[in-house]
Every structure is written in structure tokens, then in C-alpha cells.
């Protein structure tokens, strides 16, 4: 037994003796294989350090595997051959090659930035997807030369140009009765400054051509003899004072009538005009008459007490550019109307007293919401407002409904929040029922409370919505 031991312990020596070497081969052949991958890896860094990465390409030149030397004789070529197609209307061609300007490679920052952003200790990336750089100002050129060529091109010589005209209103027609539009002639006359901007772009970029009306490098008319404007100003010259708007100017009644378009009409001793400037006062002066937008507005509150509030965004506001041009319009097509001016914004009712007796009101101190409907109170409830600690405050003033929906997504940076109706009055800032509060009222709006939207239980702001349209009044206080 001792013997047979003795073997044993001998044989399983003598098999730790075998595989150990078998070990050290394996690892040397490791550090080998390693060994020689940091060396290919290291010599292609080294390479790639003064070698364009595989696949890129400059303005549409190959450059892969080219030192900067002989990317620089491979652009130079291709400026020594280049050439620019100048393709104008009615098939006219013409041609400015590099001998006619003294074209030469520019080899500035730009194609040096290239090279800095290929990373060599990255080269092998460049295997799995290309660089591809469009580059301007390859080129420079001698602007002498240049101005020359340009001064020659085909589409400068007499024979291929065709001055551009307005079309205009001529003189009164005896036989028509009327003034007449002379039309308009079309011109193939180039724009020279724009001719001269679109052709230095082009040479830089080294494109290979170029369509001159594409680019607008042509003259055009700025008139034409359907051009609205010429067209009212035509009807005007022949009916000014016959124009007669009564206005509705919230609830206040304004002429504009023969007479006083007379004092709106000058004569420079040839033409008959109306002053616009004139007409632009006179709309800003009953504008600033009439209008309640941006107005300090009285408002006595449910519990009695009556504040002055800011318009947060309610009111009637005149949109003065428009209704300006719109009763320019007017008296140059000799119109007899009866209209209101064009508003950007309107309120409940006319009048300075313009949120009338339905609104919501919303108490932002005491958390309270009470809805009038023709000066009745039909709902109130308590919400949480804006959360006051993270300065998201809902703001007082008076509003005035944007719109509404069912069934609205509410996103913020940090949130998403489905909700059944969505009340904005606000901006973001709305009415909406909130669902996932088992309370509302109180402080809570102190320091939990919404991102300043009016959270409401579920059954009241069911009915609000039934109640409310768009342009419904709210108003906010503290």
C-alpha cells in the first residue's frame, strides 16, 4: 500500500511538470499575438499621423492614404483644369476657366482643420464609415482678371440683353374713360453685383456650373401688371372719395366719409395720392380711443372686495398695421360699408366693461374657483394653483380662454401627464382636472403644487368645460 502511494504521488509530479510548460507556451504565444497587434496598431497611428484616413474625400476629391503634399498636387490638377458652365436663358452658355482668372489652390486653415480632425489613434474607424468635408475658398483667383472675364461673358453684350420694366399706370385713356396699366416687359438684363457674388461662390466651392436664373442673377420687374397693389391703386385713382366706412369701433360709431378722405389726398402737381401716413395716425388715435387691451381694468370680487388688475392678455386691441392697409384698401376701392376694424384680440362684450357676466373667477389666494353665467354663479370649487416654493406662482390678471379640448397630453421638461380636459387661458398656463390629487384646496399650493396650471377635481372641471369657449373671460387675483 505504502508503495502504490508512493506512484501515485510521483505521477501526478510528473503531469504538474508537463502542463506547466504548456501554460508558459500559451501565454508567450499571447503576448506574442498582442505583441505584434500593437505594433501594426501604433505603425498605422504613426502612418495615419501625415496620411489622410481612408475614404476621405475633399470636395468630392479622394484623398485617402495622401500625405498633405500630395493632396495639395492632387486639388492643384484639378484647378489647373477647371472650368465653370455658365448657363443662362434661352439656352445661352458661356464658359470661365482657371487659365482666365488665374485660378491657384488656396491651402489655408480650412483644409488644415481636416487633418486635425482625423484623430490617427482613430484611423481604424474610417474602415466603417467615410469623411466627407466640403470645404469653401479652395481656390483664390486674380480679381482683375476676373472682372475682365466677367465684363466678357456673352450674357453682357448688347444684342442678348433686354432691359427689365415695371408695369405702370399711364396716362388717363380718353377713348376708355379710364387710366390704363401699361404691362410690364420682361428683361434678360444680368444683375452685375449679384452675377459677381454667385460666380466668386462658385469658382471657391470649385463647382462645375452654374444657372443664372435659378440664382436670380438677372434683373426682373418689380412690378407686374397683376400686381395687386397696382391693380387697387388703379381702382383708386378713379373712385378716392366716393368711400364711405361707418365703423363699429367696440360699440363707439366712427366715420370715414368724403370729407375727410379730402384731407387725407395730396397733389404734387401731376398725381393725386393718399397720405397713408395720415391714415396710419388717425387708425393709432382710435385705437388708443377705443381699445381695453393692456388697460388696468376694475374688478369686484366675490367676496366685495374690488381691485385693480393688469390685462394679462384680454381686451379689445385693434391690429393697427392691418386695419391701417385694410382702410387703405378701402377708400382706394371706393368702398360704402358698414364694418368693425380687424382686432388681434377681442373680449366677452363691447364697451369698457368688457368681461361682462359670465367668467371665471379664480381666487389664487384662497384657492377658490367660482364660474358666473350671466351674473349668476352655477359652480365653485377649490383647486391648487401654481407651487409658490419652486417659483412657479400663477400669475393674476385678467384672460382670456385660448381654447379647449378633451383628452390632452401635458409636457413639461420633467413631466408627462394625461388629463381629460385641458382649459389653457395662459400661455401653458390652464385649467385642468387633476386626477391623481386626493385634495385640493388650502396651503397646499405652497409647496406642493402644479407648474402653474389650475388643478381642479375631476367633476368640476366637467362642468367648467360644458360652460367655457374660447375668448371666455378668467380672471386671476390674489
Known amino acids: 500500500m505504502e508503495d502504490n502511494n508512493a506512484v501515485t504521488t510521483q505521477n501526478t509530479n510528473a503531469e504538474k511538470v508537463v502542463k506547466k510548460p504548456k501554460k508558459v507556451k500559451r501565454i508567450l504565444i499571447g503576448v506574442f499575438i498582442f505583441s505584434i497587434f500593437l505594433l501594426a496598431y501604433f505603425s498605422s497611428v504613426y502612418y495615419f499621423s501625415n496620411h489622410y484616413f481612408y475614404r476621405t474625400r475633399i470636395n468630392g476629391e479622394d484623398c485617402g492614404f495622401l500625405t498633405d503634399s500630395e493632396v495639395k498636387s492632387r486639388i492643384n490638377e484639378k484647378i489647373s483644369l477647371y472650368e465653370l458652365e455658365i448657363i443662362g436663358k434661352d439656352g445661352v452658355i458661356d464658359t470661365i476657366s482657371a487659365e482666365d482668372i488665374g485660378l491657384t489652390f488656396v491651402y489655408d486653415e480650412a483644409i488644415q482643420e481636416v487633418r486635425k480632425q482625423e484623430n490617427p489613434f482613430f484611423w481604424i474607424t ?66 452685375d453685383d449679384k452675377m459677381r457674388e454667385v460666380l466668386t461662390e462658385k469658382i471657391k466651392s470649385l463647382d462645375d456650373a452654374v444657372y443664372l436664373e435659378f440664382e436670380n442673377c438677372y434683373k426682373e420687374a418689380e412690378i407686374t401688371s397683376d400686381d395687386p397693389e397696382l391693380v387697387k391703386e388703379l381702382d383708386a385713382l378713379n373712385s378716392y372719395v366716393g368711400a364711405e366706412i361707418t365703423y363699429d369701433w367696440n360699440g363707439s360709431e366712427e366715420i370715414v ?191 406642493n403644487g402644479s407648474h402653474g396650471c389650475i388643478n381642479l377635481p375631476l367633476d368640476a372641471a366637467t362642468q367648467i368645460y360644458e360652460y367655457v369657449s374660447t375668448g371666455f373671460p378668467v380672471v386671476c387675483y390674489y
Open 257 to 447: 366719409d368724403g370729407k375727410l378722405i379730402s384731407e387725407w389726398l395730396v397733389w404734387d402737381g401731376e398725381n393725386v395720392y393718399l397720405d397713408e401716413e395720415k391714415v396710419a395716425e388717425y387708425v393709432a388715435e382710435k385705437s388708443k380711443e377705443h381699445d381695453t387691451y393692456g388697460k388696468d381694468r376694475e374688478f369686484t370680487t366675490t367676496d366685495g372686495r374690488v381691485l385693480t388688475l393688469k390685462s394679462g392678455g384680454y381686451g379689445w386691441k385693434t391690429a393697427r398695421e392691418e386695419e391701417t392697409l385694410a382702410l387703405i384698401e378701402a377708400i382706394k376701392s371706393g368702398q360704402v360699408a358698414v364694418r368693425e376694424p380687424i382686432y388681434s384680440s377681442t373680449a366677452a362684450q363691447k364697451g369698457k366693461d368688457d368681461i361682462g357676466n359670465s367668467y371665471v373667477e379664480i381666487d389664487l389666494g384662497a384657492q377658490h374657483l367660482y364660474l358666473y353665467v350671466d351674473g349668476v354663479i352655477v359652480l365653485e370649487t377649490d383647486l391648487v394653483s401654481g407651487n409658490v416654493s419652486k417659483g412657479w406662482t400663477t400669475p393674476p390678471g385678467v384672460f382670456g380662454l385660448t381654447y379647449k379640448t378633451k383628452n390632452a397630453v401635458l409636457r413639461g421638461t420633467n413631466y408627462e401627464t394625461p388629463v381629460n380636459y385641458w382649459m389653457p387661458f395662459n400661455g401653458n398656463i390652464g385649467m385642468h382636472d387633476a386626477t391623481w390629487r386626493a385634495s385640493f384646496g388650502g396651503d397646499i399650493y405652497l409647496t
Open 126 to 191: 474610417a474602415f466603417f464609415t467615410g469623411y466627407d468635408f466640403e470645404l469653401d475658398n479652395l481656390a483664390e483667383f486674380d480679381e482683375d482678371l476676373f472682372n475682365e472675364a466677367v465684363e466678357n461673358l456673352v450674357f453682357y453684350e448688347s444684342a442678348n440683353i433686354t432691359k427689365a420694366k415695371n408695369a405702370y399706370i399711364g396716362d388717363y385713356d380718353e377713348k376708355e374713360g379710364r387710366f390704363i396699366i401699361v404691362a410690364e416687359v420682361i428683361g434678360t438684363e444680368p444683375d
